[in-house]
DNA sequence: AACATTTAAATCGTGCACGATTAAATCACT
DNA sequence: AGTGATTTAATCGTGCACGATTTAAATGTT
């Protein structure tokens, strides 16, 4: 076991912690969201949608913090499943507005039941809960501003 | 904005906190890894063998949650890239070794100023980074002991 | 010894992520 | 009006993640 590098090592990086208990989270999601046949990051962009139908997909990039190379293909996937439609913008054709299907609409009440679920799974105590998601929203808001 | 189920609030839900520092924090670390032609999971594997040089496969993606169909790629472009060879185990031919070559083992000293850097910018106080870790360490362990 | 079971790695297919580039529309400025 | 810069989405290529399957080797059982 070498010592040399005490700073590499694994059990003292925050990083790792992160990027495992991130796919943690999202296999945990899994087998509810396999039954609305959706993966992680096409429910995130659903969340969002469900906030305010009608968004610009650079506004859903924004909220998401994806790019359209990540959006474009995933959104072509929601809109094959029947949960949105796209419509480039009249007044300004280099945007596109997605809105959400009475079938994507529909689906909002069904995962309402998710959330609850994952609370459950997780059994952490929802004041540590609330104090992670602070914490990792700090982490991130620094570096927005720099940008 | 629809209010109808405000436990789908994108704001409300620490899956999406995850998800979106995970990939922040793997953003910062581009910069440097790419001066070293390393990718951000790369690095996690080297970080394990650095610790201890001449590991399975299995033992590897014990520590870092992966398994083979996502490992056995990484590690040939780790070989191919010179950092590694990998071995079968002569005792019971379906376990594989992977060792350091010499670059890979020069490459920890060159890596070893990524942590410090890394602390610098994410500009969050250390106490609250080794609060943050804990709490998310909390979060996967639970699961490991249901398995 | 014969055969079912288990184990470890590799393989396959799908869907992200993301850097880089492209294409088209709009804007800004002369 | 003309043109260079900017904006937006799409496209392209690479490398993860991961469920599912396959292959080969080892183990267990009769």
Redesign the interface.
């Known amino acids: 076991?070498?010592e040399?590098?005490p700073?590499?090592?694994?059990d003292?990086?925050?990083?790792?912690?992160?990027?495992?208990?991130?796919?943690?989270?999202?296999r945990?999601?899994q087998p509810m969201l396999k039954q609305h046949n959706l993966t992680?990051p096409q429910y995130?962009v659903l969340?969002?949608l469900?906030?305010?139908?009608g968004m610009l997909i650079k506004d859903i990039g924004e909220?998401?913090?994806l790019k359209s190379n990540t959006l474009t293909p995933l959104l072509k996937r929601l809109e094959q499943n029947g949960l949105v439609t796209r419509q480039r913008d009249s007044e300004d054709e280099r945007q596109c507005y997605v809105y959400l299907t009475e079938q994507g609409k529909n689906l909002?009440?069904l995962?309402?039941c998710?959330?609850?679920q994952?609370l459950k799974q997780?059994?952490?105590p929802i004041e540590?809960?609330i104090?992670?998601?602070q914490?990792?929203?700090?982490?991130?808001v620094?570096?927005v501003h720099g940008k």
């Open positions: 076991m070498s040399k590098h700073e590499l090592n694994l003292n990086q925050l990083c790792f912690s992160l990027y495992a208990a991130s796919r943690h989270i999202t945990l999601y992680y995130i969340l969002i469900w906030q305010k139908d909220r998401a913090q909002e009440s995962c309402a998710i959330p609850s994952m997780t059994e952490m540590k809960l104090e992670l998601k914490l990792l929203d700090q982490l991130v620094k570096e």
